[in-house]
């Protein structure tokens, strides 16, 4: 076989923050991509290195040494994913050639109104005119959208658990919309990689904690989505909370159902809704979905259990922080993108224990 054969026909992609839990699971996912050859990582403060340097694991694999995003050959790229900082985003997106697929993992496209961003982000849109080509890559939801764009706003994490489950039962009318709580657990891999106090082993270890309360951002991403699926605005109570656990999300919902509505009813919303999806599974009733479960796949479970008290019920779901809930979710959005079935390199199974 003539060199470089082997990658004919292949779509020729690079990692923008290749250096971060979300570009190292990217990286895990899309070397066993049959139709993906990987051409460029970009790590500034680590360019010129191999990506072993920073991520070990990765040894014996052939991969790009990273650089600069300004010394990347964009003429040789056909898909970009960014796996940037929040904030920084806009800017590099702005300047890359329209020839580009792109998939950002950051949050600077999902916010749809250009003051609720200012407010959660504490300043102006720096790409408003891209702001309104992006689409929010929800796959499950939003698919026929995605196949159509060239600039997906990967989901966040806490949000991908928190809509998964509650959209469906929103559109069928099923839950009031003024009456949700969403209690979710997260592993620490979900606050990055760059070094911060309160993610040491020694603030983290033997112990939880709940964090952002009354302001995490994630909570206007996951009311935006909502108040679509309810067809008018809503509030929620959202409570994250940091695990000592490397990866996995636990949601844990709190609602209420609309008058003459049963658990039955709802259970059967969530089947049907999710009867063809590859990815989501609805648990029987009585089953309860743990993050170990999913951990290392693609996967999302839920289950939905009456409350003791009447009228109430409780929805868990549980996915990968880095698989479902960002890298996963990207490489499903890319193959959507670019006409592959959307499961190609995702149907890894579970790891357990």
Request: charged share 20%; aromatic share 6%; net charge neutral.
């Amino acid at each position: 076989m003539a060199a470089g054969e082997e990658n004919k026909g292949r779509i020729r992609v690079a990692v923008l923050g290749a250096s971060g839990y979300t570009g190292a699971e990217l990286l895990r996912l899309l070397k066993t991509h049959p139709a993906v050859d990987i051409r460029a990582l970009t790590a500034d403060r680590h360019a010129g290195k191999p990506i072993t340097s920073v991520f070990p694991h990765l040894f014996g694999w052939q991969l790009p040494t990273m650089v600069r995003i300004e010394d990347v050959s964009w003429q040789e790229i056909d898909v970009v994913f960014c796996a940037l900082p929040h904030g920084t985003t806009q800017e590099v997106i702005s300047a890359l050639p329209r020839h580009l697929k792109v998939i950002d993992l950051s949050a600077d496209f999902r916010i749809q109104d250009s003051d609720t961003y200012n407010k959660w982000y504490g300043h102006p849109h720096r790409a408003l005119d891209l702001q309104k080509e992006a689409v929010y890559g929800l796959t499950e939801i939003n698919r026929d959208k995605i196949r159509k764009t060239w600039l997906v706003a990967n989901p966040g994490c806490y949000t991908t658990s928190a809509e998964l489950p509650l959209i469906p039962l929103l559109k069928a009318e099923m839950i009031n919309p003024d009456e949700i709580v969403i209690d979710a657990k997260s592993g620490t891999s979900g606050a990055g990689r760059s070094v911060k106090e309160e993610s040491l082993f020694c603030e983290v270890s033997e112990g939880i904690h709940a964090y952002g309360l009354a302001g995490h951002r994630h909570a206007a991403e996951i009311e935006q989505e909502l108040a679509i699926a309810a067809g008018r605005s809503l509030t929620v109570t959202f409570i994250p909370h940091l695990m000592p656990m490397n990866r996995g999300i636990l949601s844990t919902i709190y609602v209420r159902l609309t008058k003459g509505r049963s658990v039955e009813e709802a259970h059967g919303i969530l089947t049907k809704a999710y009867a063809e999806e590859p990815f989501v599974r609805v648990l029987p009733q009585g089953s309860s979905p743990a993050t170990r479960h999913v951990r290392g796949s693609n996967m999302t479970l839920m289950s939905i259990t009456a409350d003791r008290r009447p009228g109430c019920a409780i929805v868990t779901c549980v996915l990968d922080n880095l698989v479902k809930g960002a890298s996963g979710q990207a490489i499903q959005n890319m193959n959507l993108v670019m006409g592959f079935p959307e499961t190609t390199g995702l149907e890894q199974l579970p790891m357990f224990p």
